[in-house]
């Protein structure tokens, strides 16, 4: 079976089922341990609670959408290598999207409703971006670990010191986005045009405003 050719309707099954477990099931496990892990529970008072719950809630919309925007560049990319690439970062991702997961159900709160809409609206996102082309692609990868490195710091900037477990989470995935970002511009991610940037941080932006809420 080493040299199995997978067919685009293998893919396509492949997605479905990644998009099934991610939206309801848990992600595979990861071989990393959680990074709160090593923090104990603090004593948060309510409104710093709920305020997590919501950036958290957000942050977890956003690693489900990383899943499908992986998983539909990986249907598009031509390069075998840069296929190869996508899937490994979709893989990391799943790490994040179960440390927020679990984070998530430690502050008394839920997941997005939204997120299977998140993770269609993603997966066609990115097999465009792959469809345009590798080096454009990539880029896409690279502009949007950079964003949302940046959404991260100001989830940061919101979230009380005394809450160890959840800035924990984000200070390692803030470390894994930056990395990811490197790593594609340095297989040759193009830098993207200031209108398609502009457009990305719209679109990141309806998602992060709805997910807050809903
Ligand atoms: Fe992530
Ligand atoms: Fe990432």
């Given at each position: 079976m080493l040299n199995r050719h997978y067919s685009k309707l293998d893919q396509l099954i492949d997605i479905f089922d990644n998009g099934l477990r991610t939206v309801f099931g848990a992600a595979p496990q990861g071989?990393?341990?959680?990074?709160?892990?090593?923090h104990p529970e603090a004593e948060l008072g309510a409104e710093d609670k709920v305020l997590a719950g919501r950036l958290m809630r957000i942050n977890h919309a956003g690693e489900v959408a990383a899943q499908g925007l992986y998983q539909g560049q990986a249907l598009t990319a031509k390069l075998p290598d840069v296929r190869e690439k996508m899937q490994q970062a979709a893989d990391e991702e799943n790490d994040h999207l179960n440390w927020c997961a679990s984070r998530i159900s430690e502050l008394g709160t839920r997941t997005s409703l939204l997120d299977p809409f998140w993770y269609a609206g993603s997966v066609s996102i990115g097999a465009l971006a792959g469809a345009i082309g590798d080096k454009w692609s990539l880029g896409f990868v690279a502009e949007t670990e950079h964003q949302v490195v940046r959404h991260l710091d100001s989830h940061l900037a919101q979230?009380?010191?005394?809450d160890a477990r959840t800035r924990a989470i984000l200070e390692q995935m803030k470390i894994d986005e930056g990395q990811h970002a490197t790593t594609a511009l340095e297989a040759g991610g193009a830098a993207l045009p200031a209108p398609i940037k502009a457009l990305m941080q719209l679109t990141s932006k309806v998602m992060t405003r709805t997910a807050y809420w809903i």
């Open positions: 071989e990393r341990a959680n990074p709160a892990d090593t979230i009380t010191p005394a």
